[in-house]
């Protein structure tokens, strides 16, 4: 079974960061890419990063130059570094992984970022 382990939320100050952390079990993780989501109160949710196979990266304009999603295949693990927090940034962010045919979501992290 796949599963998604999300971690690393929690309330920050605006201009401060955060690591969010998602560990994969039950799936070959090298094989595959991993996708950072965010939804935002009565939003919809949107793509935010994703850690490419090659370990290349690729980001929304809203994170390029804060955000830096990375991953570590040994450890079946993806993280995304962010920096430069903004209010704007609050929201539950989800790790996701499509595979086996099917989407694989993590339950979410909340990151508030308030003064």
């Known amino acids: 079974q796949v599963q998604l382990v999300d971690s690393g939320g929690g309330l920050v100050q605006p201009g401060e960061s955060l690591r969010l952390s998602c560990e994969a079990r039950?799936?070959?993780?090298?094989?595959?890419?991993v996708d950072w989501y965010r939804q935002a109160p009565e939003k919809e949710r949107e793509l935010v990063a994703t850690?490419?196979?090659?370990?290349?990266?690729i980001y929304a304009d809203f994170v390029k130059g804060r955000f830096t999603v990375s991953r570590d295949n040994i450890n079946r693990r993806s993280t995304l570094q962010m920096n430069m927090l903004e209010p704007e940034d609050t929201a539950v962010y989800y790790c996701?992984?499509?595979?086996?045919?099917?989407?694989?979501w993590g339950r979410g992290t909340r990151v508030t970022v308030s003064s």
């Open positions: 996701h992984v499509k595979a086996r045919g099917s989407d694989w």
């Open positions: 850690a490419t196979v090659d370990n290349g990266a």
């Open positions: 039950g799936i070959n993780f090298r094989l595959f890419a």
